[in-house]
């Protein structure tokens, strides 16, 4: 079973045919999006960033945009270029726990600001899934994600089309897996798999 690993800012693209494994780094207030083409039985994930596609908006002043480090890498467009490859009719989205934080009482003024960007940055990523797929992604907390593709022979059941993804945390059982690092490949298309961004 293949087993890559993706750092934040970059995505992957698997093509169809074997079971697959996804790992990247351990998330705070990233998420890690995985998505599955049920008519393709191609599958992807990405490492966003938090606030990449955030363009708008103000919170006590303070202005909520994507760092510059990301405009100038124009990571949306690597995210763009993610989804139109994968095209996926099932999507996941893992976030750490950073992206708890609105569930608790914080009397800083900063924790506020924090609060309302992780708000948009949640809002504004689903938005931007189902604008491009049609899809509502479901969405877990798992600060240590593995997005596991599983194909299944009949193509029955529970199963559509023989496939199937679930993000799951990494389990011991990952570990004894040769695992293909990406952190340092370029975007493009290798031997099974593409690549899309850059490592950040």
Not at 153 to 180: K, M, S
Not at 191 to 197: A, K
Request: some cysteine; aromatic content about 12%; hydrophobic content about 40%.
């Amino acid at each position: 079973m293949p087993k890559y690993f993706i750092k934040m800012g970059q995505g992957i693209v698997v093509d169809k045919g074997v079971d697959v494994i996804v790992l990247t780094d351990m998330l705070d207030t990233c998420r890690f999006i995985a998505g599955l083409n049920l008519n393709t039985g191609k599958v992807g994930a990405f490492h966003y960033p938090a606030g990449v596609l955030i363009n708008e908006g103000t919170y006590e002043g303070k202005p909520l945009k994507p760092a510059k480090a990301f405009q100038k890498y124009s990571m949306s467009s690597d995210l763009e270029d993610w989804m139109t490859a994968l095209r996926p009719s099932r999507v996941q989205v893992a976030f750490g726990p950073g992206c708890l934080v609105p569930h608790f009482d914080r009397s800083s003024t900063d924790f506020k600001w924090v609060d309302h960007r992780c708000e948009l940055d949640d809002k504004v990523v689903n938005d931007w899934i189902f604008e491009r797929c049609r899809v509502k992604p479901t969405r877990k907390l798992c600060s240590n994600p593995a997005m596991v593709r599983r194909v299944h022979g009949d193509g029955g059941g529970f199963f559509h089309n023989g496939f199937d993804i679930v993000v799951e945390r990494v389990w011991p059982h990952h570990a004894n897996l040769r695992q293909i690092e990406l952190g340092r490949a370029g975007a493009g298309g290798y031997d099974g798999y593409s690549v899309f961004g850059r490592a950040r």
